[in-house]
């Protein structure tokens, strides 16, 4: 596959890119994920609004961009350069696409049209205590309109209005919306600093309305849309990473020269070009085949989410290291990429999960059975 950006699409990312770099300084970071939200208000409303970003994978007939998975990732990807907090992942594809691919017609009208607008936020609460992703893991209950159930990591779910919860009934999973004032949200004192993760506890809570489409699918496929935008995320991260470490290799010197020119530190530089390479061309081959072909959707998910979680754990762990001394402070901005490395790797399923299902696509399975 050759594949090439559109006119359109170096617009975006050109325009994604000046955004995040001119709104993802270190300090307003960091000043962001210390504030009650967890991200700057004014920012989202930017890149929401005015942008458009919020509306990417909403179809135009409800208020979107109406655009595909190629072009959400190169959004993510240049977001992921910065860090930048905000609950696009959560409002803007898991939330969004599940209310997308199963509610009903004016479920959709109502509420995709302030989620694509940034108007309003939405969560998508899946997880129960056994911590198991996707349709598997629901083992919340609605009996008479009611859900009854904990749901963990969730994101975003302090700024969300709406929760979109997946829930049991005779055995089949439906996703349901929960009021915001009917739940109970506690934060998770989490490892990554830039994602809020949630518990969110539904005890007898009414739902406000019940959605008619195939519950189990649209949440799969909503949480493998996520796993490609958080695969060009990562990347993006992970390219960042690779670029502020040999800044610092051409600027640090050690016995009279520059630490870049030691033959050590351009090995551990080349490793980590050939990785972001890799995961790059990863992405946008996921993206591609799953926009063209949407079976291919789950397989490719994890290909991307395998690469881009091993290219970022490598790149954050050679940033802090190649930094030295620095790179150990809380003041540096290692420790945050580092952060978002180890929380990323175990979202919507670790490495293992997603070979797992790799393998059973390939048919290894069933090679070592025999």
């Not at 050939?274 to 990863?282: C, D, K, N």
Request: hydrophobic share 45%; charged share 20%.
């Amino acid at each position: 596959m050759q594949f090439e950006f559109t006119e359109e699409q170096r617009l975006i990312q050109n325009m994604a890119g000046e955004f995040f770099r001119d709104r993802g300084s270190s300090e307003g970071l960091r000043a962001a994920v210390e504030s009650e939200r967890g991200y700057d208000a004014d920012t989202w409303r930017q890149m929401a609004q005015q942008l458009g970003f919020a509306g990417l994978l909403v179809s135009d007939a409800y208020g979107g961009q109406g655009l595909g998975l190629v072009e959400a990732a190169i959004v993510y990807e240049q977001m992921g350069r910065t860090l930048l907090p905000s609950p696009i992942l959560g409002t803007s594809v898991l939330a969004a696409s599940a209310i997308q691919l199963a509610g009903s017609e004016t479920q959709k009208r109502d509420w995709l049209p302030q989620l694509a607008g940034g108007n309003r936020c939405a969560a998508l609460a899946v997880c129960g205590q056994g911590g198991a992703r996707g349709s598997v893991g629901v083992d919340a209950v609605l009996e008479d309109g009611r859900v009854h159930g904990t749901y963990r990591f969730v994101l975003d779910a302090q700024s969300a209005e709406l929760i979109v919860a997946a829930a049991r009934r005779d055995g089949e999973v439906v996703l349901v919306a929960l009021p915001r004032d009917g739940v109970v949200v506690e934060r998770h004192t989490s490892l990554d600093l830039t994602r809020p993760h949630h518990t969110v506890r539904a005890q007898g809570v009414e739902a406000l309305w019940e959605m008619p489409g195939n519950g189990a699918q649209a949440l799969d496929a909503a949480i493998h849309r996520a796993c490609i935008v958080l695969a060009a995320e990562q990347t993006g991260a992970a390219a960042q990473a690779l670029d502020r470490t040999v800044a610092y290799a051409r600027e640090r010197e050690q016995f009279g020269r520059a630490i870049g020119s030691f033959q050590a530190v351009k090995h551990r530089l080349a490793d980590m070009m050939i990785q972001v390479e890799a995961a790059i061309s990863a992405v946008y081959f996921a993206a591609c085949s799953a926009e063209e072909d949407a079976a291919t959707l789950p397989q490719m998910a994890s290909l991307a989410k395998v690469q881009a979680t091993e290219t970022l754990t490598f790149c954050a762990a050679n940033m802090v290291q190649l930094h030295g001394g620095i790179g150990f402070t809380w003041e540096h901005d290692a420790h945050l990429f580092f952060k978002r490395a180890r929380a990323s790797a175990t979202l919507f399923g670790n490495i293992a999960e997603h070979q797992e299902r790799l393998a059973v696509h390939m048919g290894l399975d069933a090679e070592c059975a025999a």
